[in-house]
């Protein structure tokens, strides 16, 4: 009964391609965020989503579209998929509305996306 | 512009000894300040956080210490065990806006 879970684990594909990675949360909490981890392993928050309203857009190629067709599932639709998008994707979440750090967040297991 | 940097990429101690993680800022508007620990193919997960009102919070092994003026804080592991072993996130928010993260540190316990 994993709290956060992100599938695929993996994802290899070309250049060009579309491809989603999906995010289910069991916490019953209200707050579900999209995280970058780049090559030099920092952590960015891309999105971030409070009962399906969108609260957080961070600075990202609007290639990225984010979906929450409930407050248990956020995904992540990318578009025409770039060599630079090759990283690992986590998915987290919170109780509260709060973005922030004063909140304890549940991570996923990651996403590690690879383009070709 | 890194906000929060860790600026060793690994570290090594002794099982049973103090292990100290180091974490910098730069925008002296961080109120908040988390350790999120990170095992291979895992997500992070909490650790121990601090409210810049403090200058320390203990939870059993773990310890942080913060020094503002320094902008500065630190995570202190007494006594190191194996299961330590792992990289440590140090994390930032102004406001209980979002969070900033650094880029890690791996701690290897050697037994």
């Known amino acids: 009964d994993t709290a956060v879970s992100q599938t695929p684990k993996y994802l290899v594909t070309q250049m060009g391609n579309d491809k989603s990675i999906k995010c289910e949360q069991n916490?019953?909490?209200?707050?579900m965020y999209w995280y970058k981890q780049d090559s030099k392993k920092f952590l960015k928050i891309m999105f971030s989503?409070?009962?399906?309203?969108?609260?957080i857009n961070e600075t990202v190629p609007n290639r990225f579209s984010p979906k929450s067709p409930d407050k248990a599932h956020l995904n992540l639709h990318i578009n025409s998929l770039e060599l630079g998008d090759s990283a690992v994707y986590f998915c987290?979440?919170?109780?509260?509305?709060?973005?922030?750090?004063?909140?304890?967040?549940?991570f996923g297991p990651g996403t590690r996306l690879l383009v070709l | 512009d890194q906000q929060v940097k860790q600026n060793s990429p690994s570290l090594s101690v002794q099982e049973g000894r103090i292990s100290i993680l180091n974490c910098d800022y730069t925008n002296s508007m961080f109120d908040y300040f988390l350790w999120y620990k990170k095992y291979p193919a895992e997500g992070p997960t909490f650790l121990i956080s601090i409210s810049s009102i403090k200058d320390k919070n203990e939870d059993g092994r773990f310890t942080v210490f913060l020094n503002k003026s320094a902008k500065h804080l630190s995570l202190h592991i007494v006594p190191s065990q194996p299961g330590d072993s792992a990289v440590y996130f140090c994390a930032a928010s102004v406001s209980n806006y979002q969070l900033i993260w650094g880029a890690g540190t791996k701690l290897i316990i050697k037994p």
């Open positions: 989503y409070n009962n399906k309203e969108l609260i």
């Open positions: 916490l019953g909490h209200d707050t």
């Open positions: 987290a979440s919170s109780q509260y509305r709060l973005a922030g750090g004063q909140e304890t967040q549940y």
